[in-house]
């Protein structure tokens, strides 16, 4: 971390170039100049020279800025024009959603922290660095929000499950979600890129990335308490003693999954429960150090088993709910869970409301 912090664009802009002239490759050089005719030319701060060890130079135009938040990405775009692959975006610090953006728009970046992707055609030059994961410079006060805890949860299953612009209040109401923590979810929200507030209503314009961005902070067995179990006569034993269960419960990830988008034989079935004693006791589970091939989540948040529904019998939840809890599952579950939102994608008058 620099030792002190980068208060203004030209600081940033010293520190984000020494701190990419340190990882570059032997032999390598960049050189930086401020408000040459050639950056006002191209509508940008700076220009930095890249050298090779050839003598073979790149002229990179730099766009800096002390804070860049995901909902800026586009605008940057915008003003770039096409192609993009020689501008370099640099900031105090650069979230990783926020360079996740910047990348997947072709274009390369650097923060003060030392997180940093430039890639060059001519000459090729590909460099990456990991620098903080965190902005080491933010003040005291408000924390940067997060799509962690039960009500973000609530919105982000609200605004995924349901195709609609809404009113503050409805989101409110249909999310089960305080009133101020609606209000601080969609403001992070719109922070990220991820939704407006147009005509008084909080528009979605895209239910994938929020359901992914929200995979970042959630996940299946880090959010929720799971246990392992036997089930000594297979899975299907289980879930033919679930289709008769009064219990409530509701089956996620492969077997749910196989509702919308099959992809492979199940060989485990994870269930979210509110009492895992009588869920073990059943659905005929024993306890056991190898070989489980059940798993019994009780769910942090109780938005997990809301809207779940019945499919041949068996109580499944709702497919954002599996496509997130298959995203941040292990071994084959991201795979299994982008069939899933690939589904979805084409299926949406099927799955949402």
Known sequence: MASVPPISEADVLREAVRRLVDVLPASWTAELEVESGASVARRSDAVLTVRAPSGVAATVPVEVKRIVEGRDVSAIVNAAGSPRGDLIVMARYLPATVREKLTSSGLSWADATGNIRVSLVWPGLF????????????????????????????????????????????????????????????????????????????????????????????????????????????????????????????????????????????????????????????????????????????PSYQVALERAELWEGIRTAAASQVAADLLTGPGRNPSEAEELISWMKRNEPVWRR
């Open 127 to 298: 460099v990456f660095n990991r620098g903080e994961d965190s902005d080491p410079w933010r003040g005291p006060g408000r924390p940067r929000g997060t799509l962690k805890g039960e009500p973000a949860a609530k919105v982000v299953r609200a605004l995924v499950d349901f195709d609609r612009d809404w009113s503050m209040r409805d989101l409110v109401e249909t999310s089960g979600a305080s009133t101020g923590a609606t209000y601080r979810v969609i403001e992070f929200l719109e922070e990220e890129g991820l939704a407006s507030r147009e005509n008084g209503k909080v528009v979605v314009p895209d239910w994938e990335t929020i359901l992914r961005r929200w995979s970042v902070d959630y996940g299946f067995i880090r959010t929720n308490k799971t246990t392992r179990w036997i089930a000594p006569r297979g899975i299907d034993d289980v879930l033919a003693r679930a289709r008769t269960s009064e219990m409530r419960y509701a089956v996620t990830s492969t077997v749910a999954a196989a509702r919308w988008a099959a992809y492979a034989p199940a060989r485990s079935v994870m269930i979210y429960v509110e009492s895992v004693p009588e869920a073990a006791q059943e659905l005929g589970l024993r306890e056991a150090d190898s070989g489980t091939n059940v798993v019994l989540a009780l």
